[in-house]
Structure formats: C-alpha cells, structure tokens
C-alpha cells in the first residue's frame, strides 16, 4: 500500500505539527476580552449554534444550525503565541471541499477594515479534536488586535485559545456600525466549497465594510420557510436583510414563498433594507444556455415583481441585485462543481456585493 503520508515527507510545507497545552493560559470565547459575533440568540456557555434550541424549522435547518458558518471571536493581546484548541461533534467531510474550510479556523490580525490573513488550523483530517499554533510561537510581545473565523460546516464542541503565560486580553475596536447585515441562503451563502471560513463571502465583506454579519444559511434547506422569517424578524436592529435563496426554493418554491417571507419581516421591521440576489450562475448555463434561459427569466421575474409590487406600495428600501453577474467577467472559473463557489467565486462575490451593500445602507 502506497503511503498516503508521503507528502509530507518529500515537502515539509505540507506538514503540519500538533501542539499540547502545556505553557500557556487558556479561555473560552466567553471569557473577558473575548467578543463573539454570528451568534444573535446564542448566551454565554450554551452550544454554538446558529439558532435558538426548540425553534420549529425543518429537520435540515436544525442540524446545520450547529455550523458556525459566519461565527468570529475578536479579541485584542500581547501574547507572542496563540494556540487554538477545537473539539467537534459533527463534521460534514466532503470529497470536494477541503477539511480547512469544513473545521478549520482562520486567524485575520488588524483592526476595521485593515484586517490580514495569518494562519489556518492545519491538522489530521480524520481527527474530531485537535490543539496547534496559529500565531507565533516567537512573535514580538506587543498588543495586535485579532479576528478568528470559526468552521464552515462543523460544529464545534468546544473552542478554546491559549496565549502564552501572563499575556494581557482586552476587548476588540468597535465596529463602525454594530447593526449586523442578516443573510438568508443556501450552500453557496454557507460557505460551501471555501478552502478556509476567511474566504466565505459573508465573511470578507465584513473585513471589508468593518460590520457583523449574521449567516443564516442553510446547505440545501434554505427554502424561504416561515418559521426562518419569523426567527429573522427577532434580530433587534438589523442594517439590511439579504435573502438569497433561489437554489434551495427553485421556481415553484421562491414563487409561494418570496411575498410572504417578506411580509413576516416587514411586520417587525417596516424600514430595514431587504436586498433579493438571484441565483448565481451554474457552470452549464455556459454550454447549454437554451436549456437555461427559461428558468432563469421565471426566477428573475418572481423577484423584479415582487419589486414592482412593494415599490408601488411605498416600500423604498427593498432592491434587487442579479446573481447571474456576481461571479464578474470569468463566471465558468468560479466554482469547484459547476454549482458551489471557490475561493476566487467567493472574493468575486464580496467585491460585487459588497458596495451594493455599503450604497443601500449609505442610502438608508
């Protein structure tokens, strides 16, 4: 048998070194300093998850709810090492998106919108549990601030970040605007296929706009069910809702639901910006596009309807942005299936999304 760990002797890049939890300081995400974001409902010491324990969605919603898509931890310190510790209960290994995206954790440092990659948990794939260094271990002993984004489809049972003894932990800057952006979708919004959490687009626009996001999306079962808007509707203020869930509904589905999940969260929230992104596009739209031109024009036009309708009964604030464009000028590079995004579908989506974004709620 061939040795599937060769590789990591013939290049030591591609090694990785595990670490133990001997010398340093450890805290939980809820200890002072430390500040969580991507967890609306979530209090200090429950499970990470997404949505409240008991809410009354679908079987697929409540399983994915435990993925900490989206989820940060932000704190400031001196330490001139920072290991993580990770402990998981499900994992969603998948031969077409790496296990770094899936349970790794991405270290950003810097502040605002100044904010850059350091490292990614490198570890065994076959393993539930492991501890490494994710900055230092011989780091200048100064105050950095630093942005860790937690797994894409794992959900971990506990996390926990070791600094090297005595090293200070203080409180993160504040965003320019604590009011979260809510994104409502599917795989594609959950971070599917992201070699690493830092890459999902929710994610890089908020590095990009310093502001919360809030992901609620949901592999496969983000269907525009009430029992999701109503749970939306809870978020106290929110900055804009993003609803982007065509690839889960289809035509049928995004026709019965779109008026009323909007209705839900107009109720609550009449003057919030809600923005509808259409599908993005699928690699064999190229090859095929008579095949596809039919089913594209039905989903745009539900959304630009919709627009037409609650723009001519007053609504201003809800718009419509077309995710066929989001992928920008080489749309066919964008994605590991022909359906789910890379790293460079995801970058291109943040840039394309983001200023819509910043310009709405500019407007607001």
């Known amino acids: 048998m061939a040795d599937k760990q060769k590789i990591r002797k013939v290049d030591k890049a591609m090694d990785f070194k595990e670490q133990s939890r001997e010398g340093m300081d450890w805290y939980t995400v809820d200890s002072p300093g430390f500040v969580l ?26 399983y994915l709810a435990g993925h900490t898509a989206g989820v940060m931890a932000r704190f400031r310190t001196d330490a001139s090492e920072i290991r993580l ?19 790794g954790f991405d270290l950003y440092e810097g502040s605002h919108s100044a904010k850059f990659y350091r490292k990614t948990t490198r570890f065994d794939h076959k393993c539930e549990e492991y501890t490494v260094t994710v900055f230092g271990p011989d780091a200048e002993k100064k105050m950095r601030e630093f942005t860790l984004h937690f797994p894409l489809y794992a959900h971990p049972a506990a996390v926990e970040i070791g600094l090297c003894a005595g090293a200070q932990v203080l409180p993160p800057s504040p965003w320019k605007d604590p009011r979260p952006v809510v994104v409502y979708g599917t795989s594609i919004q959950q971070g599917g296929c992201a070699s690493r959490p830092g890459m999902c687009h929710t994610n890089i626009m908020s590095r990009m706009l310093d502001r919360p996001f809030v992901n609620l999306a949901f592999s496969g079962s983000g269907r525009g069910e009430p029992a999701m808007a109503e749970l939306m509707a809870q978020i106290a203020d929110p900055a804009m809702f993003v609803l982007d869930y065509d690839a889960n509904a289809e035509v049928e589905g995004l026709r019965k639901t779109l008026s009323g999940f909007i209705d839900i969260l107009r109720a609550k929230h009449p003057e919030t910006p809600i923005l509808l992104v259409s599908h993005l596009p699928y690699a064999a739209e190229f090859s095929a596009p008579l095949e596809f031109t039919k089913w594209r024009y039905d989903l745009t036009s539900i959304h630009m309807e919709e627009l037409r309708k609650r723009r001519e009964a007053g609504d201003k604030n809800i718009h419509f942005l077309d995710g066929s ?36 709620l500019t407007q607001a």
């Open 37 to 62: 974001d991507g967890l609306y409902w979530r209090k200090p010491g429950e499970p990470f998850r997404r949505l409240p324990l008991g809410s009354s969605v679908s079987e697929g919603v409540d």
């Open 85 to 103: 510790r990770a402990v998981f209960d499900d994992c969603c290994k998948m031969d077409h998106m790496p296990c770094t995206g899936v349970m």
């Open 325 to 360: 464009t989001l992928y920008g000028p080489e749309p066919s590079e964008c994605t590991v299936d022909g359906g789910h995004a890379t790293d460079l579908g995801f970058f291109n989506i943040a840039h394309r999304m983001a200023p819509v974004i910043e310009r709405l």
